[in-house]
C-alpha cells in the first residue's frame, strides 16, 4: 500500500511540472542586480522587467543589492526556490573570476545557477592620458618595457574586469605596470584627466565624451571587433595580440532545479520583447552588444570565462583583497 501510495504521489509530482510551468507567473518576479543603480546590469534588467511585466501583467521588480563585488547577491539568489520567481542579473565578477579569486565561496556558479540567457556585452576602450607618447598598443607595448613599473594603471579594484583584463595585457606582452584600484568611477575619471594615472580601461559609453573633448587617447577596443561607436579605434586583437577579447556581459540565471519549461518560456519572452529590433537598436546607441545566448551556449560560455580568468589570476598572482 505505501509502495503504491509513494507511486502515485511521485507521478503527481511529476505531472505538476508542466502546469507550474503553465501557470507561471502567478505573482511577483525579482530581478537580483548585484550592483548599485544606473550602471549596466541594473539598465539591463531594467529593461526586462518592463518588458516581462507588459507581457504577462505580472510585476517584475529590480532589487538592487550591492556588496562585495556582486558575491552577497549571488549567494543570496543561489539558494532561493528555484520557482522562477527570484532571479540573477548576472556579471563576470561574482560567476567566472570569484571561483578563482577566493579560496572559500557561498555558492558554486556551475552547479548552484541555472543560465536563461546572455542579453549583452559591452567592451571597454584602453586609454591613456594625452602625455604619454604612445598612439597605440605597439607603442604601449614598447614604452612599458623601456619603463618597467613606472607606468600607472587605474581599475574599479582587485580582482575586477578591467584589473584581470590589464593583468592578461600584461602577461601577453611581458609587460609591467603598477595597479592602482579605485572604490569610484568619479575618482577615477579625475585621476585620469589630472593625469594621475597613464592607462585606464573605460567602458565606451564612458569613453566616447572624453575622447571628443580629446581628454583621453584611446588605444584599443577589448571586443574582438571594432565598435561601430568608435570606428577609428582598432580592437587590440588587430595589433599583434590575436584572440585577445574581454567584455562585461549580462546575462539571466535562475537557482539551479528551476524547470525546464520556466527556463525556456523566461528565455523566449526575454529574447522575443526585451531584445527586439526597436529595443536592439537603443542598447547598440548605448554602448552594448547584443548576445541572445541560450541556456547552453550560456552554460559554456560561462565555463570559457572561468577557464579563461583562472589562468590570469594565476600567471598574475592575484589576491583578494
Not at 3 to 30: D, E, H, K
Not at 215 to 240: C, H, K, M, N, Y
Amino acid at each position: 500500500m505505501r509502495i503504491a501510495c509513494m507511486v502515485l504521489m511521485t507521478a503527481a509530482l511529476a505531472g505538476s511540472l508542466p502546469v507550474a510551468a503553465q501557470n507561471y507567473p502567478s505573482r511577483v518576479i525579482r530581478i537580483v542586480v548585484p550592483f548599485t543603480p544606473s550602471g549596466p546590469q541594473d539598465v539591463n534588467a531594467r529593461l526586462i522587467g518592463q518588458k516581462l511585466t507588459e507581457a504577462w501583467g505580472q510585476p517584475v521588480v529590480v532589487e538592487n543589492r550591492a556588496a562585495a563585488g556582486g558575491i552577497v547577491a549571488t549567494e543570496y539568489v543561489s539558494k532561493a526556490a528555484p520557482d522562477g520567481y527570484t532571479l540573477l542579473m548576472g556579471n563576470p565578477t561574482p560567476l567566472t573570476i570569484a571561483p578563482s579569486l577566493y579560496d572559500k565561496l557561498g555558492y558554486d556558479p556551475q552547479r548552484q545557477f541555472a543560465p536563461v540567457i546572455l542579453v549583452t556585452q559591452t567592451a571597454s576602450v584602453f586609454v591613456v592620458h594625452p602625455s604619454v607618447p604612445a598612439k597605440n598598443i605597439k607603442e604601449l607595448v614598447a614604452l612599458a618595457k623601456t619603463k618597467p613599473g613606472r607606468l600607472i594603471y587605474g581599475t574599479s579594484g582587485i580582482g575586477s574586469t578591467g584589473h584581470l583584463t590589464i593583468e592578461l595585457f600584461n602577461t601577453l606582452t611581458g609587460v609591467s605596470m603598477t595597479h592602482v584600484p579605485y572604490k569610484g568611477a568619479s575618482q577615477a575619471i579625475s585621476d585620469m584627466i589630472a593625469g594621475q594615472i597613464d592607462l585606464r580601461m573605460f567602458p565606451i559609453p564612458v569613453t566616447i565624451p572624453l575622447v571628443k573633448d580629446r581628454r583621453v587617447r584611446p588605444l584599443g577596443v577589448t571586443s574582438l571587433q571594432r565598435f561601430a561607436l568608435l570606428p577609428d579605434v582598432p580592437s587590440i586583437a588587430e595589433q599583434g595580440l590575436p584572440g585577445f577579447e574581454s567584455t562585461n556581459w549580462n546575462g539571466i540565471l535562475a537557482p539551479a532545479g528551476t524547470p525546464r519549461e520556466i527556463i525556456m518560456k523566461l528565455h523566449d519572452e526575454i529574447l522575443r520583447r526585451a531584445l527586439a529590433p526597436e529595443e536592439r537598436e537603443k542598447l547598440m546607441r548605448d554602448g552594448y552588444a547584443i548576445s541572445g545566448l541560450g541556456p547552453e551556449q550560456y552554460a559554456a560560455f560561462l565555463r570559457e570565462e572561468t577557464a579563461k580568468w583562472a589562468k590570469v589570476i594565476k600567471a598574475g598572482n592575484v589576491k583578494a583583497e
